[in-house]
């Protein structure tokens, strides 16, 4: 109803990594993910040993991460967590890598890196965040406007 | 934009097939993610082409559900299924999900192993050296200095970049694949020199002269520079190929480390000031003994019963060297009736094994000589593991979290002793 609700928090500008529109609540982490070995692919979560997030689920989220790390099978886990309907709607993250890359292209989400600011400081988990791969725009908003 | 060649239009156009095409789209599409603005061509690529378990098959059932609609949708993320032919590069398959005979020891169903054998059947008709090992430089494809690869399984890569000067980076599934096709990859990261050179300092303060030195050194730096390119100095020494196996592994796991410096050691790293590309920059990281113990820890932390029911080996593939060693170390042993000794290693490496009586000494013993797979890769221990002890800071870093039990980090001799007596007894000497 009001413009003044609507109006997003911050807009964070960066570059395109995938196209495609996508919005969802936000799961943000200082650390670095793993994909294979460090993913349950069947149901998005986390597994990896002494990580922030074991235990909780990216499925259906927008991820914020710095980064990939890890192992090789990166993009074919999420690529199969996708499948089973447990990827992520859209993803942000800072350090580029082949395999955030490549896991963000099979995955065909909505994707932005390179940002004018740092997405982790302006993003905290559970605003909502609208992904704009086209634009290289990410609106953040405290909760899912009306 | 990435920019094409002529023969990469052609391709684009589907000059050279369906197949290639799509690889081509696909190619792009991830050049582009990166912001790559060229391709390098490669001839020689290593991933885990069309291999798929039965459920990933199911879903693409309305394209046939075989190793055509894996190949085409899944690992070329076609939106229809293709014709797939021979690959055109020279193309490797990595390792697999189970061993071809002792499959039902690991816990397979012959389901499963239908499977496996079918794909094994499509790969080789597709024209992919089946080495099915992480270890393809034990196993017939050792790239040269400066050589352009498309290399998948990061402890190959760091391997390839580090120990042998050849240019990979961490490729996925998806562009292993596509890249068997079009010979091409892109022309980023690894592949040109400026990447190439090292961001962080760590200086080494305690001798590490041992694989179980090089192993917690290894992890030590993948967790201080992270997905960054390290510096080593200081008192690294004995340095090997199964040492820097063990290394690269293990920073390839703690971290995101895909290429390391060591001065003196690595061929791109003759003095410091080359190794940086200029005057040292970046952090400097210290690994004294306070260090040590606290990688030691780390690599324990998931360790507290010590009654070991099951002893891995073979992460990354073991070595001839190394099975050699196994074998000496439990020869005229038996293992514990309470535990499970299985060591994994590469087809190739296995013949020379059975050929010098390796592989008996180890049946004898009561432990197992495994190929193609490990713990992690297939997710399959003995029945009722539920704590294991590992040699590898890699594989205890992966396999607790991934199956749920106890791990425990020590040397071979250590990891062997547990499982001829079921105790973990290990100490950081």
Known sequence: ???????????????????GVAE????????????????????????????????????????????AKGSSGWSGIFHMAKLRGMAPVAMVFNIM????????????????????QDPLDLIKTGDWVRVNGDAGTIEVWDKKPE | MVMLTDAEQAMLQGDSGAATQKAMELLIRYADALGAERFVETNNVAGVPGSAPQWV????????????????????????AVDVPRMNAFSCHLQGGMDPTLWQEQGMTEAAHDNFVSDE??????????????????????????????????????FANSVIGARTNCEGRESTSAAMLAKRIPDWGFHTDDFRKGHHGVAVEVPVDSIFEWGMLGYFVGDAVQDTIPVITGSVSDASLIRHKHFGAAAASSGGVEMYHMVGITPEAPTVEHAFGGAPKGERFFYDAGQRRRIYEMLNSVGE??????????????????????????????????SALWVFTSRAVKATADANGYTKILRDAGAYLMTDTCSAISQAVPKGTR???????????YLPAMMGIEGWYGTTAECIDAACTGKWKGKLA
């Not at chain 1, 799961?27 to 986390?46: A, C, D, F, K, P």
């Not at chain 2, 499509?122 to 690869?149: F, R, W």
């Open chain 1, 1 to 19: 109803m009001s413009t003044v609700l609507d109006k997003p928090r911050v807009v964070i500008h960066g570059r395109k990594v995938v196209p």
């Open chain 1, 24 to 67: 969802g609540e936000a799961l943000v982490t200082r650390q670095t993910i793993s994909g294979w070995g460090g993913v349950n692919l069947m149901t998005g979560t986390v597994i990896e040993s002494r990580h922030e997030l074991k235990g909780v689920s990216f499925a259906n989220k927008v991820l914020v991460f710095p980064g």
């Open chain 1, 97 to 116: 890598t082949t395999k955030a890359a490549l896991g963000a292209v099979v995955m065909r989400t909505p994707t932005v890196t390179e940002c004018d």
């Open chain 2, 57 to 80: 098959k199911d879903y693409y059932k309305e394209d046939g559900g075989d190793y055509r609609a894996v190949f085409s949708r899944f690992d070329l993320d076609s939106d229809e």
């Open chain 2, 121 to 158: 059947a499509s790969v080789a008709d597709h024209g992919i050296q089946i080495l099915k090992t992480c270890t393809p430089y034990l196993a017939g494809n050792v790239p040269v200095m400066g050589e352009h690869c498309a290399w998948m399984e990061s402890s190959a890569v760091v």
């Open chain 2, 305 to 338: 019963n010590e009654d070991v029911d099951y002893v891995m080996l073979g992460c990354p593939h073991y070595s001839i060297e190394q099975i050699a060693q196994a074998a000496a170390l439990i020869e005229g042993r038996k293992v514990s009736a309470n």
């Open chain 2, 387 to 397: 704590v294991a002890a590992l040699d590898s800071a890699k594989q205890v870093h």
